[in-house]
T-cell receptor, first 114, second 115 residues
Framework: EAQVTQNPRYLITVTGKKLTVTCSQN?????MSWYRQDPGLGLRQIYY?????VTDKGDVPEGYKVSRKEKRNFPLILESPSPNQTSLYFC????WGQGPYEQYFGPGTRLTVT | AQSVAQPEDQVNVAEGNPLTVKCTYS??????LFWYVQYPNRGLQFLLK??????LVKGSYGFEAEFNKSQTSFHLKKPSALVSDSALYFC?????????????FGTGTKLQVIP
């Protein structure tokens, strides 16, 4: 089954404790992206990657890091989480042909930073 | 820069009536436009897209959208609403100008279909 998986689905942590949210896709997609969803703000793009070792900032990259060492994986790293990073996070992937096509989304990770 | 506006936070429609969820956009070049739906406690699902060609695009679950270049709009429509259509709908845009890879989403419109 074609899918995007994220782990963990729920995470409660404390300020400053480094964490990683994993994302994996099995569709051989070139483009992968992280979004955060906040009430009234919709989805905002954090980082995206066009292919292995190629990443770039989205609209809200501050406080986040990513890496793309393998085509299927695109982890999101919060090195020193703060309460304003409490949010619902989505990973997505798509084919790439002169730009991303429709994206396939993971189930989401609900992060709470206290 | 690119942007998307969904002017209505919520749309209420009676079951069986036609529905419209509005979206307007701004890009420098030509737009790639998308609609996604999010059901409670789920990820987003792709509904339809406009890349080029016919202005009326048909998608999943009986939804369609009309691309209007002069009004920079891409409104989502369905002739007859179902209670099961109740969900959160997002419009998204990407500028087709060379080298532009960001995708911008709107703030979402909650569709409530009343039985």
């Amino acid at each position: 089954e074609a899918q995007v998986t994220q782990n963990p689905r729920y995470l409660i942590t404390v300020t400053g404790k480094k964490l990683t949210v994993t994302c994996s896709q099995n569709m051989n997609h070139e483009y992968m992206s992280w979004y955060r969803q906040d009430p009234g703000l919709g989805l905002r793009q954090i980082y995206y990657s066009m292919n292995v070792e190629v990443t770039d900032k989205g609209d809200v990259p501050e406080g986040y890091k990513v890496s793309r060492k393998e085509k299927r994986n695109f982890p999101l790293i919060l090195e020193s989480p703060s309460p304003n990073q409490t949010s619902l996070y989505f990973c997505a992937s798509s084919l790439w042909g002169q730009g991303p096509y429709e994206q396939y989304f993971g189930p989401g990770t609900r992060l709470t930073v206290t | 820069a690119q942007s998307v506006a969904q002017p209505e936070d919520q749309v209420n429609v009676a079951e069986g009536n036609p529905l419209t969820v509005k979206c307007t956009y701004s890009v420098s070049g030509n737009p790639y436009l998308f609609w996604y739906v999010q059901y409670p406690n789920r990820g987003l699902q792709f509904l339809l897209k406009y890349i080029t060609g016919d202005n009326l695009v048909k998608g999943s679950y009986g939804f369609e959208a009309e691309f209007n270049k002069s009004q920079t709009s891409f409104h989502l429509k369905k002739p007859s609403a179902l209670v099961s259509d109740s969900a959160l709908y997002f419009c998204a845009v990407r500028d087709s100008s060379g080298g532009y890879q960001k995708v911008t989403f709107g703030t979402g419109t909650k569709l409530q279909v009343i039985p």
